[in-house]
């Protein structure tokens, strides 16, 4: 009897010992992703992902990555990008917990740029005003001024780069534009603007336009001193 509760007691010690092992080694193994990762094009039009751009401190053995656009594809220790690549790509890190069986994973948001411009055919775009409209008075900003990416080829369409736009304007005013690379403002002060728009690959186009002012209050336009 003492030698079976011997072997007993034994045994439960072996199999707590196991018990917490397998429970730290599972909670340990974690797949830990940095929120956003930058990769730009080389001068070829061409980069990769790889999983130190991913990798934020995971605990495990890392199988791989793999792009949540191409889920598919089997999990590797690079991806290669290039022009069709340009702007988001979701990339998943996996992480292996052997003790536990299971996969562990996180999600990156990779922005892919081409900010040397070896992607672009829209070299010949420009940045331009369709109309523009001077304030009612010196006083009033209520000047109005419609910018938009243009191919001088085809003046008469909202010329399309890679979305979304950024508009930068230098009193400050910054304007987000979805899908159509154009910015409609009607709370222009008399004065002489900038305005650079980005697209998604970081490629800049910029132009400067003037609003006047009435002269019914007897002020003095600025922009004809």
């Given at each position: 009897?003492?030698s079976?509760l ?21 909670a ?5 992703c ?9 001068a070829n039009?061409t ?7 991913i ?5 495990g053995t ?7 656009n191409a889920?598919?594809v089997s ?13 988001s790509?979701?990339v998943?890190?996996t ?14 948001n990779?922005?892919i ?5 070896t ?14 409209t ?5 006083n009033?900003c ?7 990416l243009?191919?001088?080829?085809n ?5 399309s ?6 508009f930068?304007?230098?009193?400050g005013?910054?304007?987000t ?27 800049s ?5 003037q ?15």
């Open positions: 009897m003492n079976f011997k072997n007993l007691g034994c045994l439960l010690l072996l199999l707590c010992a196991l018990g917490i092992n397998t429970q730290t080694t599972s340990q193994v974690s797949a830990n940095h929120s956003t990762a930058y990769v730009n094009l080389d039009g980069g990769m992902i790889t999983i130190n751009d990798n934020n401190g995971s605990v890392i199988l791989g990555i793999f792009s949540g889920p598919n999990i590797s220790q690079i991806i290669p990008v290039d022009c069709n690549d340009l702007g790509m979701p998943i890190l992480v292996a917990d052997s003790a536990a069986g299971v996969t562990h994973v996180c999600t990156t990779v922005i740029s081409d900010t040397l411009g992607c672009s055919t829209n070299s010949g775009l420009i940045l331009t005003d369709s109309f523009s001077d304030a009612s008075n010196c009033t209520d000047g109005e001024a419609y910018v938009f243009e191919d001088p080829n003046p008469s369409a909202i010329a780069s890679t979305p979304p736009y950024l930068q304007w230098s009193d005013v910054n304007y534009a979805a899908q159509y690379a154009f910015h409609d403002r009607n709370d222009l002060c008399a004065g002489t603007y900038t305005v650079t728009m980005y697209d998604a690959t970081q490629a186009y910029t132009y400067t336009l609003i006047g002012c009435g002269s019914n209050n007897g002020c003095i336009d600025p922009n004809q001193i």
